[in-house]
C-alpha cells in the first residue's frame, strides 16, 4: 500500500516541476527572446538525452526514419509552438492565469479527440466546457466579465488560450498515430526535430535578445534540464505505474501551485476573481474527466431498436 502511494509522487512532483516552468517564463519575459530561450532549452535537452537515449535510437534507426514526418509535426507542436506562444504569453499575463489556461488543456483534448478522431462527444465534455468557459471569462475579465466587452482580452491570455489547443492538438496526434516507439525515444526524436526547426528562428532573433547571461543560463538550465528531461521522465513513469486518466488528474494542481511559487517568487498577488474563475475552469476539466457518458449513446440506441 506504501509503495502505490509512493507511486504518485511521479506525477506530482512533475507538476511541481511544470509550475517551476511557468515562473521561468514570467521570469525570461524581456530578458531573452522566446526563440532563443526555445532553441536553447531545445539544445540542452538534446546533449542531456543523448548521454541515455542516443544510442538506444541509433541502434533502433530503421523504425525511428520512417517516422521522422511525425516527430517533426508533433516536436513543432509541443516544443517549437508551445514553448515560443508561452513565453510570449509570459510578457502580457500572469503565471497564474498562464497556469489555468495550461490546466485546460485536458477539457480541450477531449474536445478535439470528438471533432478530429469522431469521439462521441460526452455530458461531461458539455457541460464542463461551459463550466470552465465561464470560468475563462470571469478570470480574464478581473472578475468583471461584461468589461470584455469594451477592454476586450489581454494579448498574452489569448496567446496561452491558443498554447492550450496547440498542447491539446499534440495530445489528440500521438494518440492517433500510436507511435509504435518508447517514450525515452519518442521525445529523443521530437527534441532532435524540434531544434531542427528553431535553428533559423534563433538566427533570426536579434543579437541582444538572444545573449547569454547569469539570469538567462539559469532560466535555460531549468528548462532544459529540469523541466524538458527530469519532468518527462517523471511524467512517463507515472503513466506507466498509474495509467494516464490519473496522472492527468494531477493537472488540476498546476494552478494551485504556480500561484503559491508567483506569490513567494514574483510578488504577484492572488486576488478572487483568480480564486473564483480558477476554480471553475479546474471544476469543468474535471467534470469532463469523471462524466465520460457519450450523449448520443440513447440515440444510437433509438436508431437501433427501430
Known amino acids: 500500500m506504501l509503495r502505490r502511494h509512493a507511486l504518485l509522487l511521479y506525477p506530482f512532483f512533475a507538476i511541481v516541476l511544470w509550475a517551476g516552468n511557468v ?25 542531456l538525452m543523448s548521454l541515455f537515449v542516443g544510442l538506444p535510437a541509433w541502434r533502433n534507426r530503421s523504425v525511428l526514419w520512417p517516422l521522422l514526418g511525425p516527430f517533426a509535426i508533433l516536436g513543432f507542436l509541443a516544443m517549437c509552438l508551445f514553448q ?24 480541450l ?65 500521438l494518440k492517433r498515430w500510436n507511435l ?18 528553431m535553428f533559423p528562428a534563433f538566427l533570426a532573433t536579434p543579437a541582444p535578445l538572444r545573449q547569454l547571461n547569469s539570469e538567462t543560463v ?9 523541466a524538458s528531461v527530469v519532468l ?8 506507466q505505474h498509474l495509467g494516464p486518466n490519473r496522472c492527468a488528474v ?5 494552478p494551485v501551485l504556480t500561484a503559491a511559487a508567483a506569490i513567494v517568487m514574483l510578488g504577484e498577488p492572488v486576488r478572487p476573481f483568480h480564486v473564483i474563475g480558477g476554480g471553475l475552469v479546474l471544476a469543468g476539466v474535471a467534470l469532463a474527466q469523471t462524466f465520460k457518458r457519450p450523449i448520443l449513446r440513447r440515440k444510437a440506441a433509438a436508431t437501433t431498436a427501430t
Open 218 to 226: 539559469a532560466l535555460i538550465a531549468y528548462a532544459g534540464g529540469l
Open 109 to 173: 483534448t477531449v474536445a478535439l479527440s470528438a471533432l478530429l478522431l469522431g469521439e462521441a462527444p460526452t455530458f461531461g465534455m458539455v457541460g464542463g466546457g461551459v463550466l470552465s468557459l465561464g470560468g475563462l471569462g470571469y478570470l480574464v475579465s478581473s472578475g468583471h466579465p461584461p468589461a470584455l466587452l469594451h477592454s476586450g482580452v489581454h494579448p498574452g491570455d489569448l496567446l496561452m488560450l491558443v498554447a492550450a489547443l496547440v498542447y491539446a492538438l499534440y495530445g489528440v496526434l
Open 180 to 197: 509504435p516507439v518508447g517514450g525515452w525515444q519518442s521525445t529523443y526524436m521530437q527534441a532532435l526535430c524540434a531544434l531542427a526547426i
Open 84 to 107: 515560443c506562444l508561452s513565453y510570449l504569453a509570459a510578457e502580457t499575463t500572469t503565471a497564474t492565469n498562464m497556469a489555468v489556461f495550461t490546466a485546460l488543456t485536458p477539457l
Open 250 to 254: 494531477f493537472m488540476n494542481l498546476l
Open 23 to 47: 515562473i521561468a517564463s514570467r521570469l525570461s519575459a524581456h530578458t531573452i527572446g522566446p526563440q532563443a530561450i526555445t532553441f536553447y532549452r531545445l539544445l540542452l535537452a538534446v546533449a
Open 232 to 239: 518527462p521522465f517523471l511524467w512517463i513513469r507515472g503513466v
